[in-house]
Structures are given as structure tokens and as C-alpha cells.
T-cell receptor
Framework: QKEVEQNSGPLSVPEGAIASLNCTYS??????FFWYRQYSGKSPELIMS????GDKEDGRFTAQLNKASQYVSLLIRDSQPSDSATYLC????????FGQGTILTVHP | DTGVSQNPRHKITKRGQNVTFRCDPI?????LYWYRQTLGQGPEFLTY????????KSRLLSDRFSAERPKGSFSTLEIQRTEQGDSAMYLC????????????FGPGTRLTVT
């Protein structure tokens, strides 16, 4: 059973702070990793993909991948109330396997 | 570039009835996926098409569920003899070519079985 685990939430950060979301996965063979944002009642929206070890930055978002530790994270800098959502980590084992999600709340 | 579309957006049905959902992928995407999501959980894979061929089906998918993708364009997901446990959000996602791994989701169909 290939598994994806996310840090349990909910996570609450003040506006302007850095939010850190973490994810571990069980299968060393996986090559592709994704972060999705899901607002309440809506479908998942792809915000980051990462395939190689290291950091990948896109605006206020940075994805970090460490294949040796089987760990992927998402940092959100200068968090805004509009970032409040559930963040889903997904790992590609052929199809996508998702973690259970971490609820992030950014309070003014 | 239009995104993935799904219809209907909401469906309420009585236990025992059959329901069918439709997904129209992004036009140039040849790979199409169906997922199911319940409250507080991540999406769970149901089935996968490459063009018109159904290449993978979850072992969790009972024989009451069937999916098709005629002509490799839109796809339908049918649930026969619905049960209350089928209540969930049904999500469709599409992906481009062999080297493009990003999946883009449609708005989903929320099914409520009473």
C-alpha cells in the first residue's frame, strides 16, 4: 500500500508569516510530487509540481523535495487570508495518491 | 483554453437509482482520471483512461461502477443501484502527453444519495 502522510492540522498562522506544510511518502520509486490547494466546497487546484531534489519557487510558494528522506514540503511566504484552504500533497505512483490534507488558516 | 468541465454539478438521488456523470477534459489532453472524495479526505483514485482505453481501475471500485470514454473525448461514470455510501464528490482530472504529469481537476459532481 503506497501511502502519503501530511502533518496533522489544522495549522493557523498570522497574516504575513511563513506557513510550512509537510508530507512524507512511502515508496522510494516515485518521481513526481504535487501540491494542490482546495477551498471549501471546491475542487483541488494545482499550485506546484516538483520532480527533482531541492527547492522550486513560484511567487510566494516554495516546494522542497528530499527523495532520500522521502519528504516534500510547501512553504508559503507572506501568508494572506486568501491562502486559507486545505492543502493536499499528491505523489504519482502511476495515478496520483493523495494525503489527507492539511487545513491552513491565515488570520489577520 | 477552457478547463475540465463536469456535469451535473450536483445530483440528489434515492437509494437504488442509477446515476451518470459526464466529464469533458481539456481539449488536447488524452489522459483522463476519475477520483472520489469524501469529507476530510484526499481524493481517491477510481479509474484512468488513455484515449479511449481504460488502463487502470481501482480494486476499491465495485462492479456497480462503470466508466467509458468513447472516441477518446468526454467520459461518463455510471453508478448503478446507488447506496448511501456512494455519497461523495466525484472529480474528473485530465493530463496532457506522456511527459506532462500535471493533472487538472474539473469542478466535481457532488452526489447525495438519500
Amino acid at each position: 500500500q503506497k501511502e502519503v502522510e501530511q502533518n496533522s492540522g489544522p495549522l493557523s498562522v498570522p497574516e504575513g508569516a511563513i506557513a510550512s506544510l509537510n508530507c512524507t511518502y512511502s515508496d522510494r520509486g516515485s518521481q513526481s510530487f504535487f501540491w494542490y490547494r482546495q477551498y471549501s466546497g471546491k475542487s483541488p487546484e494545482l499550485i506546484m509540481s516538483i520532480y527533482s531534489n531541492g527547492d522550486k519557487e513560484d511567487g510566494r510558494f516554495t516546494a522542497q523535495l528530499n527523495k532520500a528522506s522521502q519528504y516534500v514540503s510547501l512553504l508559503i511566504r507572506d501568508s494572506q487570508p486568501s491562502d486559507s484552504a486545505t492543502y493536499l500533497c499528491a505523489v504519482r505512483y502511476g495515478k496520483l495518491t493523495f494525503g489527507q490534507g492539511t487545513i491552513l488558516t491565515v488570520h489577520p | 483554453d477552457t478547463g475540465v468541465s463536469q456535469n451535473p454539478r450536483h445530483k440528489i438521488t434515492k437509494r437504488g437509482q442509477n446515476v451518470t456523470f459526464r466529464c469533458d477534459p481539456i481539449s488536447e489532453h488524452n489522459r483522463l482520471y476519475w477520483y472520489r472524495q469524501t469529507l476530510g479526505q484526499g481524493p481517491e483514485f477510481l479509474t484512468y483512461f488513455q484515449n479511449e482505453a481504460q488502463l487502470e481501475k481501482s480494486r476499491l471500485l465495485s462492479d456497480r461502477f462503470s466508466a467509458e470514454r468513447p472516441k477518446g473525448s468526454f467520459s461518463t461514470l455510471e453508478i448503478q443501484r446507488t447506496e448511501q455510501g456512494d455519497s461523495a464528490m466525484y472529480l474528473c482530472a485530465s493530463r496532457g502527453g506522456a511527459r506532462s504529469y500535471e493533472q487538472y481537476f474539473g469542478p466535481g459532481t457532488r452526489l447525495t444519495v438519500t
